[in-house]
Every structure is written in C-alpha cells, then in structure tokens.
DNA sequence: TTGTACGCGTTATCAA
DNA sequence: TTGATAACGCGTACAA
C-alpha cells in the first residue's frame, strides 16, 4: 500500500531537483532531452499524476462546481445533474453534490461548507423554506466574495446573478390553450401555495389563458395545494382533495395540473369517478418525469427539457469562471418548454 | 469584491503574527485573552473561515468521497445517492458524483481524475461494459494507492474491498415463490444477459424456486433481452419481444421480471392481449421506481432498499478511512431485499 | 541545462 | 505569550 509519487519522491529517486522533475514532465526546453526522456520514464512507470489539490491551492481554482439541489430522488433534479456533469466533464470540471433536502439552514450549511475554497461556483435551485422565508444573504455573500452563481428553476429576482428558467408562464399557457381548443369549457387547475415562483408562474399562464380565450375565472375550480405535505407518501390525502374538486364541480371538463403527481392522481380519481380520459375529461401536466409516459392513459405534459437546462447553467457558470473581464453582465437564459401530447389530451 | 479573508491578512491588519491569528482563532492556551478576544472578534467580522483546501493538502485528507455511479436519472441510484449524501454530511464529508454512463472509459477517466488527490476514497457501482470487459484493472491500481473503495449493487468478486449488495439472488426467489403459491404453474422470467451480476443472481433465484417447487425449467419461458438497448427509448422493440413471449406461450400465468420496465411492459402488453392482471397472469418487478406505485394496476416487486445501501456503503468508507487499524478485513452486507405486494399479484 | 527560492493557506513545532 | 520556520505538493521566476 504506496502512497501515490510525488514530484519530491522522484527527484530523490533520480538524484536531480524538483522543479527539473516539474519541468521535464512539462516538456520545457530548458531541460535536456536526456533527462526529460529519465524522468518521464519513470514518472510513467510509476503512473505519476500531479496531485489535484495541490494545484488547486496554487492556482486558486478547483476546477470544480458545486449544485445545490433541494431533492436528488426526483426526475426533473437527476436529470438537470445529467446536464450539469456532461458539460462540467467536457470542460474538465468535477461535480460536487450538495441537498439542501427543502431547507433552507441545509442549503447555507451546504453552501458555506462548499464555499470555503473547495469549488470555483454554484449551481442552486432554491428550496421552498429559503423562497418561503425570503432570506437571501448567503446568496449575496457568496457572490460578494467572489464566487458566482447561477440559479435554474426556483429562482428569484433579489438576486442579481445568471440564471436558467423553463418559460413556467408560457408554457401553463399554451397547455391551457390546447385545452379550450380541445373543447374543455372547465378547466380547473392543481397547482401549490404561491411561494414557489414556479407554481405561481404557471397558475399565472392559466389564468392567462382563460381571458384569452374569454371565460371565466372560477376560484372554485382553482384547487391550491400545501406542497409542504409530501403527497407521495400520502396519496390518499391527495385523492381526497382532488376528489372534493370533481364532486364540488361537475362540469369540469380539463385539468391544467403544475406538476406529475397531481395530473396522474387526477386522472386516476377522475376514472374511478366513472369519467374517461380523454373522452370526458382531459388532462395536461407539467414536469419532465417518467410516470406520464408509462401511465395509462398516458400522460400529455409541458416538457422543461431539464437536462438542457443543466447544460446551460453549466456554460454559462464556467464561460464566467473562465472569463474574468466580463463584470456583471448576468443574463437570464429561458428554456422554452414544449407540450408532449399523449393519451390524456385528444 | 473582495477575495475571502485568509490568516495572512487578519495577521497583516491586527500587526500579529500568523501563527498567532491561527492559534487565537482555536483558543489555544498560549495566546493571552485579549489577543484571543481581539483575533476572533475581528476574524467573525470578516467572517473568516479556514480554506478547505489548504486544510486538506496539510492533513492530507479531503473529508470529500467520490461517487461514480453508471447513470444519474434513475430512482435506484438517485436513491442511493440521498443515502450517501445524508450519512457523509452528518460526518462532515462532501460527496463528489461521477457518471460512467455505463461505459468502461467514462469510469477510468472519472476515476482517475478524483483518485489524484480529490477525495479519500471511492464508492462505486460497475458500469455494464466494465462488467462485460471483466477489466479492473483501475480499481486494484486505486486500492493499491491507499485509497479504499466500496462497491455496491454492482460488485465484482475479483475484486478485495468492502461491498454492499442486495440478496438478489433471495429476492427473486421470494417473487416467484409468491407467483407459485398463488397458484401460477407457468411462470415466465423476463431478464437480461448474464454479464451484469445481479442479472444473474435474479435469473437462479427463478431457477431455484421453480426447482424448489418440483416445476419444470422450460427454456422457452426465459426471455433474455439484450441490455445494450435503451428500451426506455424504444418501447415498441421491447413491446414486440415481450409480445412474443406471449404468443408463442399461451400458458403464461406468472411474469416475473428482473427490473421495473420490463414488468410494467408485461403488463400491459398483457392486457392489450385481452389478459387481466392479476386475475389471468400475475406480475412481479425488481426495482426501487416510481412506476410501480403508480401504475394500473399498481405492480408488486421486490424493493432493494436503494437509500439504506447508500448509507451503508458511506458507513463502511468513512469507517475504514477513520481507523488506519484495521487492515484488509473486508465485509460484503448484504441487504435484505422485501416484496412488496400491490394489485399485480392476487 | 539545472537548481534555488517563493508562494498558495494552513497548522505544528520549536525558539525567543 | 508570541513569532519564525517547516511542511503539505506544485509550478515558475530567477539565479547559477
């Protein structure tokens, strides 16, 4: 069990100086081919690899991202990661996970921990504690010290910095749309508590909507839910509160739902209220996840296209860790969305 | 913008020396209480905090573990993850995620880059075509550097290190002893080929139960499909296979299926043939997903477990890299695999 | 062509 | 009670 070579360990081997080492290793023109041939050699043969944090200190640069998420065990969240670790990887960067687990004290713990010189940058989606309480200081510390960050999806205006969104209003929009289109007079919205910027976005676009197209605003077809409750674990309150929408309103006809769980649940309690779907009621979701493809019938939904979302936050993090003359120009990147017609929309 | 605030300015602006701003800020006993009092108090105010990276090139320890896992957007191992994440940062370790994308050279490079000094020690989950190319070279080379590995899921005999894994083998026996006991004599095994481990295992586990149960192994029952194929991509490849299965196998009255795609596939393959599950056929998964739950009818399988390996494996790795004493006495845990029963099975 | 010295930020040891 | 020095591993400016 060796430990790994150094540069020192070599140059005693070869009874010549470190930096002659260092330097035969880079092929530099002050060494004489004779002994840059001797050390390769034999930093070959003992497979010698500078050591990555020594050169982090040197140069101050890690060469790697930090991205702060409130949930890795979600669709949407892995595959923004995906993005992330393709780019980062291209351009010989590491990722460093950090999850705040939707609290905010998590998210500056993580985010103090990794801001102590392991990583060169963030990448973060907020948690709902942090947008619930509002408290962005450990953003703007961060960034005053020198560190940037650019946020995706739970973002939030306080805080000058890049960032990457999915076009939440739009994209609520135009799947309202294709329902009114399709013939749905009725279409009642699932969506959460406003503080999540995403899900007031797109009660927004729903809203949008139904003026465009000259029908009412039923408050009573607007069902808010406290996505404090992990619904996941506890369906069965889901399904009662969707079904209290349906028995309370019998007209309805479509449901814009702002995410997987709710639209799924939906059609489930729909179909054992004796509706169909798509027949008697048609169903949109929004999310990027793998259920609505599989159920059946299967899902039609807004699509956030997340890994491409990595991937920009990705570029635009490190095209500004390596651009050091570009001061403050943040831009906001947004991802147009795309709406996924399946079984649930006619 | 001002850098983060080191030793060596707090000293310059208090006219102390470094050492003596470093022994103040951790209440060593030398230093006089007012210089404690004036170090730490001007030292909160710029809110100091020690470089990690500097801490680790001293200690030689980064109190970072690397992750390398075949792909990200996946619920078994996005679970895993959460695992790893939740027990490393109660022992104040930060987690680095590296992708192999199931390739061979994406898990070296990987490997290579954080075994240079970045983190302390690995935990790891063989990519396909390592498993297929039997080439490990890359894990003797870490494990000889001093840098340990926990393999989990995934693992490899050849290899001497710590392992966490799933009682594959009891699981799937378990899920067909279920299918047979509820009355199937004709059960089907919808698998993959043998080079992945678990595959494996799973596929004797069938074997097994049906030896257990006096029940011929009919060949023509195994369906054992090429995993190279992205069939999350290519539904109706995988529909058509499955569908065959069917057609030349009237009898089925049981699937089990090594993964929760193919038993969800099953399903409904099944049910578009005018079979009713569970009533004509039963069905049984092996995974940790979503899509079982939600599914209809909502599918039985057997759960892996997936966060409690990943805590494990952290518990094993962080262990053996805080007692330098123990050497080579490696374990392999094995988790206890649970059925869990849903609509699919009677 | 090779080697010395320095600095990245920290802590430990030893000297003052 | 405080400070100077060395060391972790590396790269580079400069001296030899």
Known sequence: MKRKITLKQIAKELDVSISTVSKALRNSVEISEDTKQKVQAFAKLYNYRPNNIALSLKNRKTNTIGIIIPEIVHHFFSKVIRGVELVANQRGYNVIVGLSNE?????????????????????ISLSKETLRQQDY????ETINQGMPIVMFDRVVNEIQCDKVIVDDFEGAKNAVD??????CNNVALITTKDYVSVGRLRT???????KNHNLELKSELILKLDDNIDYEVNLDALEKEIQQLFKANKTIDG??????LYALTAMRVASRLGFNVPNDIQVVGFTDGVLSKHSTPSLSTVSQHAQLMGEKAATLLIDRLENDDDYEN??????ASELIERESTK
Do not use: P, R
């Open 330 to 335: 943040y831009q906001t990147q947004i991802i």
């Open 204 to 210: 927004q676009g729903y809203i949008e909507s139904l």
């Open 178 to 183: 294709k329902l009114v289109n399709n013939g």
């Open 103 to 123: 609290s905010f004290a998590k998210e500056v713990i993580n985010m103090e921990m990794l801001a102590n010189g392991s990583i060169d940058g963030f990448i």
């Open 255 to 260: 449901i814009f739902a702002v995410n997987e």
């Open 137 to 140: 200081h450990h953003f703007n």
